[in-house]
Nanobody, 127 residues
């Protein structure tokens, strides 16, 4: 059974940093495409970043240059390093997985690209 568990959320001031983690179990990590999404109250779920089977990445325009997605296959863990945080970045953040070899889409991830989801971790950014 695929299981994704996020951690690392919290409260930070504008300009600060956080690193989110997503612990993965139940499948062969290296055979999946992974992504990070966020959802603020009253808004649709937004794709933030994805890392593909070949190790390449893609980001939403709103986070390019500030966020970095990475993975540690030995630890079966996905990360999202978030720097220069803004109040608009405040949201519930989710990690997601998609089975099978996936080439870089050249665009930000979309929710319907992914099959498995974690429960989320809250990020709050104060101005």
């Amino acid at each position: 059974q695929v299981k994704l568990v996020e951690s690392g959320g919290g409260s930070v001031q504008s300009g600060g940093s956080l690193r989110l983690s997503c612990a993965v179990s139940g499948y062969t990590f290296s055979r999946y495409c992974m992504g990070w999404f966020r959802q603020a109250p009253g808004k649709e779920r937004e794709g933030v970043a994805a890392i593909f089977s070949d190790g390449t990445t893609t980001y939403a325009d709103s986070v390019k240059g500030r966020f970095t997605i990475s993975e540690d296959k030995d630890k079966n863990t996905l990360y999202l390093q978030m720097d220069s945080l803004k109040p608009d970045d405040a949201a519930m953040y989710y990690c997601a997985a998609r089975e099978g070899y996936t080439s870089n889409w050249g665009r930000a991830p979309r929710a319907n690209d992914f099959f498995y989801w974690g429960q989320g971790t809250q990020v709050t950014v104060s101005s």
